[in-house]
């Protein structure tokens, strides 16, 4: 099938404006400020059952017809490219290729919901992307796509972009704000919701790179053409990032549903060294881990929480047979402990401790309670927390401990891995 | 309303309640750590989670808002159990080190994990410790001239961080790093040394930070805790004293939302050290060939009354003065003027020793205009537009200033103008400087501005057209216009200035010390009248001229008439009116007044003209100071009468917004030290007057019974309960 988002991605110097309208860019801008009224492209974009490709999949359509319409106060659109969740990496490909795919659509979004400012926020590390970024806008407002009056419609939007604070946790979209404002990052506590109260208290619409680089293509193309690919209720195309032990890793656009085999085995050239699969994490580390049992499920929102995990930001890595899933624990444990915001207590401290005890079982001074103890601690941090980052903290270890328990009492019973590649202990 | 039911039992409550304010009307605990009424809510503890029907997961109750029908549950065996879970998590890694904590006894932790925590521990780790310094076992850190920290009894409730932004407007706290290694913290080399610093140790829920002077000292609950009112300014916060056998441990706060919010100064909760202080007077002393010895009670009564007695008999009752002080309780002066005018029998009554310019006494028995406050503290935090002139507002009333900074963040207009800069600026939308002296003409600036630009209300102003225009001619004057070029204030900041003014959907004026005491207070006061009345807002409950008296009962010691023309209640005097303290000056030195008896006042160090009363207070023939430390002007006292201190003695303070309340006895008066209405008894008694009292309570009952103002006020429920006495 035919990419939406990638299809020029390889294309040279599509960074640019002119190759972006050479190649059919800024079509759907003119379109949707000339025939569409704001309500007509919220509800295109409802028709298309586009869903957010952040991580949470909430409907976009609906997320802006939540901007209250008849408020005074200035409303804010904010897209969010902190990408930080290990094994994403799409966001920075759709920033540093095709800039304008993602700028034209924020146009249009500002536009649907009646912002005049916009803001990109951008992972720190990204100096390169935020370059890019910073460069497309610059033609942008030399070409009259922004500032006053965008190509003679009476619309006005100023965007800018913001380089982040260097946190995971800045991508969750209350501390994001936080971080705009020059505050710490820490998540706020939600209700009230962005639509209503978000940047500077006012009605704000957040959305990843991902999301809003569909929407020029959707108002282009018509909400039920979007929605006739994937599925039903997943509907368009997904950039799946695939990391691991694949034979070819990277990101494809593939529709919504195809599933894990096809994914790894069709795509990403199968595993490694033809060594046997044991485990595929389908949505980023804070998503539960899968097994080969799974392999069969459909890549998409309903499918994979049916199969008891998450589509995530669908980005999939792979471990084959040589990965210690107890290992592998342990350095998402870290990397919890280490980006917890430190707001609420059992995020801050319970990753903490269950860092120390997979350090523990790591080391071959693990106990038989440790199990028990460990699935007890998640169970106190999950749905308990204020922002998700304590779930994603907990989830995978929690499933992982499901998955893969014979590992855990192998490691505890025989202080090793059960899989010996001699260089386990840390 | 809603209606909800929570643990089975059903409650009406208001639209926007949260459900942890809902629980506690029926009387259900819903623990909390992070949660202060004061601050922004911000859910981070987890401690109140509840279980709400049709909702999967548990919700925090301090920022649920209630809705129709809502059926909540905290003590499901769901939330027993995240309870259990938030406190272990606290616990993995606090020092458990509450023998040495100083929070021990009042320890919101502690007392939570008694309730609702495990007697078990599941964590074999290694504890989090904050290194200060590799060398020393405790990782205390003295983070200001106040405050200890050991952040490893932290439990992150950021509520100390919170206060310091949200209600102090200060940023000499902060939050660092992330995650498990999260620290409350300063930034190097700057400590917080802020006028608020010391409340967080109060707010704190654990033994995180502590207070420098309190720590270590002694035990609370080897303590008693005395309530009372604070003695340092005006304002007349609400506190506690706690203290064993004679001596003052500390002070914390007796929240009174009406006055102080909960909030101290640190001045108030730190500033005790004269109480216990080792050069208190403990004896009256006697100046014999010009030194001061230690003379014995009766003693020295029977040398003052047959001095004051022998000069009453020789030159007349008018030979003598008496100066009361804004310091000492109602009780206190309402016997002294009544010393004076009824057994030495003189009106030469006064207590404004710190100014040459006094303001005209009220001519009824209610305020004037040139009288302490038209608003109640509370109503400034309620005013769209604030403007504080002549008045260091930080420092001369912090607890005002916190009203100031709590208006702003409601969004309030603050406008500041001063002769110098004062830390208030820093949130003022509008800051002027002018020029000292020049009061009076910037603000003929204003109102010209309001004027000629037709910017007035003319409608609510209630000014007749030929009222405006004897204004607009008197402050369009050409006198008027070179005056404002005197003032140092471009006409562009005038103009901006009155653009906020005019806007405003009320207005609170706060004058402080430099205006009360100008050369032109009448004037400067009456312009901001006028100023108010000009933008409509005379008759709102928001709006108004404030002048801010100094002392902890300047407002009280007028009351009950320490003044020339006035008695009690602001009675007229019948016949000629006696001399304030500038005319006693002037008499001493006329040699017609011999003898004064200077009670908790200090006029060497108050007076503008140091010298000047020194040489004259020097001519008098009797000179009986009465205080608790060797004052300056003690230093040149004939007599001198131990007083008790504010800690040491009942009765009652009248606050700047004119609210009577009570303070209460801690210890007896040091040594053979007295409280001086028990003094003023005394001398009474030895002049062959009645004056029997039993105790303080006696003094205010007569004292209600005489001023019309405090007629009907209940000694029994002042100052302790709701049901304050405010002065109407
Ligand atoms: C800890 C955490 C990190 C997140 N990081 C990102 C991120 O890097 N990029 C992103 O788009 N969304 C991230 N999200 C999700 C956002 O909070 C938010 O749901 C999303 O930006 C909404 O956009 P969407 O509706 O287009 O998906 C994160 C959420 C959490 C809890
Ligand atoms: S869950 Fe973790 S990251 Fe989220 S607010 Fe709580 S401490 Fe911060
Ligand atoms: S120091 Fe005290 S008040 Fe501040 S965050 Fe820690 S526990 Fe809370």
Redesign the pocket.
């Known amino acids: 099938m035919e990419k939406i988002l990638f299809k020029y991605i390889d294309f040279p110097e599509q960074y640019r404006i002119d190759t972006y309208i050479k190649n059919g860019g800024y079509r759907g801008l003119p379109k949707a400020l000339e025939e569409l009224s704001p309500v007509q492209i919220i509800e295109t974009v409802k028709k298309s059952g586009l ?8 409907p ?1 359509g609906l ?1 802006w017809g939540f901007v209250p319409k008849d408020s005074q106060k200035p409303k804010f659109l904010l897209c ?6 290990p094994g ?1 990496f799409k ?1 920075r490909s759709l920033i540093e290729n095709n800039p304008h795919q993602l700028i034209e659509g924020m146009i249009i979004a500002s536009y649907a919901i009646g912002a005049h400012k916009a803001f990109i926020y951008i ?1 720190g590390e990204f100096a390169f992307g935020a370059k890019r970024l910073s460069e497309a806008i610059g033609e942008c407002y030399k070409n009259g796509y922004l500032g006053k009056n965008i190509l003679g419609s009476g619309f006005d939007l100023d965007l800018d972009v913001y380089r982040g604070a260097g946190a ?7 501390s ?1 704000m936080e971080s705009i404002e020059g505050e710490r990052a820490n ?1 706020r506590l939600k209700p009230p919701f962005p639509a209503s109260v978000g940047l500077y208290k006012n009605p704000t619409v ?7 680089s569909n929407i020029s293509h959707i108002v282009l193309n018509g909400g039920e053409w979007f929605a006739n690919i994937g599925m039903p209720k997943s509907t368009g195309t997904k950039i799946f990032s695939l990391s691991g032990h694949v034979n070819k890793p990277g990101n494809y656009e593939l529709p919504m549903g195809i599933t894990v085999r096809e994914l790894i085995f069709e795509h990403g050239g199968g595993i490694k060294d033809d060594r046997k699969l044991k485990a595929v994490i389908p949505g980023g580390v ?1 998503t539960p881990i899968l097994t080969p049992a799974s392999l069969d499920v459909k890549m998409d929102f309903e499918s994979l929480y049916e199969a008891g995990s998450l589509l995530g ?1 669908g980005a999939t890595i792979v471990m084959d047979e040589t990965s210690c899933i107890v290992k592998a624990a342990y350095r998402i444990s870290k990397f919890f402990e280490h ?1 917890s915001c430190g707001k609420c207590v059992p995020c801050r401290e319970g990753t903490r401790w269950i860092r120390l005890i997979l350090e523990r079982i790591e080391n071959g001074k693990g106990r038989e309670e440790d199990i028990e103890l460990l699935r007890d601690i998640c169970t106190n941090i999950i749905a308990k927390t204020v ?3 304590g779930d ?1 903290a907990a989830v995978p270890i929690m499933s992982s401990i499901e998955k893969f328990r014979d590992e855990y009492e192998y490691h505890i019973k025989n202080k090793k891995c059960m899989v010996d590649l001699g260089t386990r202990f840390v | 309303m809603v209606t909800l039911t929570i643990d089975g039992k059903q409650i009406i409550v208001e639209e926007g309640t949260t459900i942890l304010k809902a629980a506690e009307k029926l009387g259900i605990e819903i623990p909390t750590f992070c949660y202060h009424d004061q601050l922004e809510t911000v859910g981070a503890c987890r401690m109140c989670l509840v279980e709400v029907e049709k909702i999967p997961k548990l919700q925090v109750a301090c920022a649920t808002v209630v809705s129709e029908g809502m059926v909540v549950r905290t003590d499901s065996p769901q939330v027993v159990n995240a309870r259990k879970g938030v406190l272990e998590f606290l616990l993995i890694n606090h020092p458990l080190d509450c023998p040495v904590c100083d929070k021990g006894g009042e320890c919101e932790l502690q007392n939570l994990v008694f309730k609702y925590g495990s007697d078990k521990s599941r964590f074999v780790e290694g504890k989090r410790r904050y290194i200060v310094d590799p060398k020393s076992k405790y990782d205390d850190l003295a983070i200001g001239p106040h405050i200890i920290r050991n952040m490893n009894r932290c439990i992150q409730c950021r509520k100390c961080v919170r206060f310091i932004n949200e209600i102090a407007g200060e940023d000499d706290l902060g939050t660092f790093k992330r995650g498990s290694k999260t620290e409350i913290n300063i930034l190097p080399d700057i400590p917080i040394d802020n006028p608020y610093s010391g409340n967080v140790t109060e707010i704190c829920p654990v033994g995180a930070l502590t207070s420098k002077s309190f720590r270590y000292k002694i035990r609370v609950w080897q303590t008693e805790a005395i309530p009372t009112v604070c003695p340092q300014c005006a304002d007349g916060c609400n506190i506690r004293i706690w203290k064993k056998d004679e001596r003052i441990y500390r002070i914390t706060s007796r929240r009174n939302d009406e006055v102080d919010e909960g909030f101290l100064c640190d001045k108030g909760r730190f500033g005790f050290d004269f109480v216990n202080h080792p050069d208190r007077l403990k004896n009256p002393l006697i100046k014999k060939n010009g030194k001061l010895s230690e003379a014995p009670w009766d003693e020295t009564i029977k040398f003052v009354t047959s001095s004051f007695m022998k000069i009453k008999g020789e030159t007349g009752s008018d030979s003598l003065a008496g100066v009361g002080s804004g310091k000492v309780t109602n009780e206190d002066n309402y016997l002294f003027q009544k010393f004076f005018r009824s057994v030495i029998g003189t009106n030469n009554i006064d207590h404004r020793v710190d100014s040459k310019n006094l303001l005209p006494s009220p001519d009824t028995q209610i305020r004037n205009k040139y009288f302490g406050m038209k608003n109640t503290i509370n109503q400034i935090a309620n005013s769209k537009l604030i403007l504080v002139l002549g008045c260091d507002l930080e420092k001369e009333h912090p607890i005002i200033n916190l009203r100031v900074i709590k208006a702003r963040r409601k969004g309030s207009s603050i406008l500041v103008a001063n002769p110098v800069s004062t830390r208030l600026n820093r949130f003022a939308q509008n800051g002027l400087l002018y020029k000292q002296r020049t009061e009076t003409d910037f603000l003929n600036g204003v109102l010209r501005e309001i004027i000629e630009t037709k910017q007035y209300d003319n409608a609510k102003s209630g000014f007749s057209s030929s009222e405006i225009e004897d204004l607009r001619r008197k402050v369009s004057s050409s006198d008027s216009l070179k005056a404002l070029q005197t003032t140092g204030i471009g006409a562009e900041n005038i103009k901006s200035f009155v653009n906020a003014l005019v806007k405003a959907e009320s207005i609170i004026i706060l004058c402080g010390a430099e205006i009360i005491s100008n050369p032109k207070n009448v004037e400067i006061i009456n312009s901001l009248y006028d100023l108010i009345r000009l933008t409509g807002h005379q008759d709102k409950d928001n709006s108004g001229v404030n002048l801010l008296w100094k002392h902890s009962n300047s407002q009280g010691t007028l009351d009950c008439g320490i003044l020339p023309d006035r008695l009690p209640g602001y009675v007229r005097i019948s016949g000629k009116p006696g001399l304030n303290f500038n005319l006693m000056l002037e008499a001493v030195n006329q040699g017609k007044i011999k003898a004064m008896y200077i009670m908790g006042s200090d006029p060497l160090s108050e007076y503008p003209d140091r010298e000047y009363v020194k040489s004259t207070l020097g001519k008098l023939e009797i000179l009986l100071v009465q205080d608790i430390l060797i004052t300056e002007t003690a230093k040149i006292a004939n007599v001198i009468l131990p007083g008790a201190s504010f800690a040491e003695k009942e009765g009652t303070f009248t606050n700047v917004e004119g609210r009577v309340q009570k303070l209460n006895k801690a210890f007896d008066p040091l040594a053979d030290s007295k409280a001086d209405g028990q003094i003023i008894c005394l001398l009474a008694q030895a002049m062959g007057h009645e004056f029997e009292y039993r105790t303080p309570k006696d003094i205010f009952k007569e004292l209600t019974g005489v001023s019309p103002i405090y007629s009907g006020m209940d000694w029994e429920t002042l100052g302790l309960s709701k049901k304050q006495g405010k002065v109407k």
């Open positions: 869903r957010g490709r952040g991580g949470a999949g909430f976009t997320k969010n490219a902190d990408e930080g969740e994403t966001d992972r995971y946790v800045c991508g969750e979209e209350t994001l998540p957040i959305n990843n790179v991902e999301t809003l804070s930001s980006e922002c998700p980052l994603a």
